[in-house]
């Protein structure tokens, strides 16, 4: 696969937030380089590795959040009991201790 990057006679637009622009500006300042040259690097390596050449998948939560929401999952399969409380003063006592 050949890679063009010699001479630049298109032009590509994009919109994003003006934050976001500054904030990415910033960035890759620090890197020694502009923005455009920035995207231009981008899409020479997705050229390159046919594709994103990063992962990209769903975020993954902590332990906690994890395990809250699998015990979740469980209890409307029916596989746990949910905890039940007579009064909101039960419940902020459970969850203090």
């Not at 040259?37 to 939560?61: D, T």
Request: no cysteine; proline share 4%; net charge negative.
């Amino acid at each position: 696969m050949v890679i063009h990057m010699a001479v630049k006679t298109a032009n590509f637009n994009m919109r994003m937030s003006e934050q976001t622009k500054l904030d990415a500006e910033n960035l890759f300042s620090t890197l020694g380089m502009t923005l455009p040259q920035a995207i231009n690097m981008f899409i020479a390596k997705s050229l390159l590795v046919g594709g994103i050449p990063f992962e990209v998948r769903v975020p993954r939560y902590n332990r906690a959040t994890e395990a809250a929401m699998q015990e979740a999952r469980d209890i409307a399969e029916g596989k746990g009991k949910a905890k039940v409380y007579s009064s909101p003063d039960e419940l902020f006592k459970d969850l203090d201790e």
